[in-house]
């Protein structure tokens, strides 16, 4: 692992703080104090809310996942305060929480800025990646799935954030870094409805080890390119699922 894989790491570190979801990212963090009970209930909240375990619309409550948890519903009740802020849940007034409904709107919104986030970034990354990092991004775009089969698609998950977070890491802009993993993490609710309604392996591989190609020939245009077609290619992906899915009715246009 040479300087730029450990500026890499660095920097995710510093980006995903709340967002350590995987055992890759959880064994990349420094040892440290032992988490509160309000975080460790956190953590598995929000996991639940991405997987869409917990799905979009579903309502919870307090003294249910208390018990579900066993614990205190003080820790709940902070952890659920934490991901209101961050817009996973709402309240009612005297009718408890529910996980925020996913809407088109949102997604679309999602998408452009991410869109327009990425092809800078991979722009920016044509001129600094290293050799090493590139190598990285090969491996990651090897990943694939079988549907259906949870830790599987934990997997394919984690490895395309993976993927296009090195890239953003290696545009050297740690705002830009910062901005276009919250924007991913917004996203991965997403990512998971679209990975379980359809297979996108092999599409998703494809696309991902042309971009490390335009990337490896430092080609600008062409890398810039291909990022936003793979960003409209996902989109129209989600929306053709999402638009055919039955199990998803909370979902609003
Ligand atoms: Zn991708």
Redesign the pocket.
């Known amino acids: 692992m040479g300087s730029a894989m450990v500026e890499t790491a660095g920097i995710q570190r510093r980006g995903t703080i709340r967002a350590a979801t995987t055992k890759a990212e959880a064994a990349a963090k420094k040892p440290r104090k032992p988490s509160s009970l309000t975080e460790q209930v956190y953590a598995r909240l929000r996991a639940e809310i991405l997987r869409c375990s917990l799905k979009p619309g579903q309502e919870i409550s307090e003294a249910e996942l208390a018990e579900r948890f066993e614990v205190s519903k003080t820790p709940v009740r902070e952890a659920l305060a934490t991901l209101r802020q961050e817009g996973l849940v709402h309240t009612f007034p005297r009718r408890g929480y529910q996980v925020t409904p996913i809407t088109f709107g949102d997604m679309n919104e999602l998408f452009d800025l991410r869109t327009v986030l990425e092809a800078g970034a991979v722009e920016f990354a044509c001129e600094q990646i290293t050799a090493q990092e590139i190598e990285r991004l090969r491996e990651l775009a090897e990943v694939v799935y079988r549907q259906g089969e949870s830790p599987s698609i934990d997997n394919f998950i984690a490895a395309?954030r993976q993927?296009?977070l090195a890239i953003a890491a290696a545009s050297r802009n740690k705002r830009l870094y910062d901005v276009l993993a919250r924007q991913i993490s917004e996203l991965e609710r997403f990512f998971y409805l679209g990975a379980q309604l359809r297979d996108v392996s092999s599409e998703?591989n494809a696309?991902?080890v042309e971009i490390v190609e335009a990337l490896a020939a430092r080609d600008r245009t062409r890398a810039r390119g291909l990022m936003i077609r793979?960003n409209d290619v996902?989109r129209q992906g989600l929306f053709q699922a999402l638009a055919t899915s039955k199990g998803f009715v909370s979902i609003t246009i």
């Open positions: 395309n993927f296009h998703t696309e991902h793979h996902t």
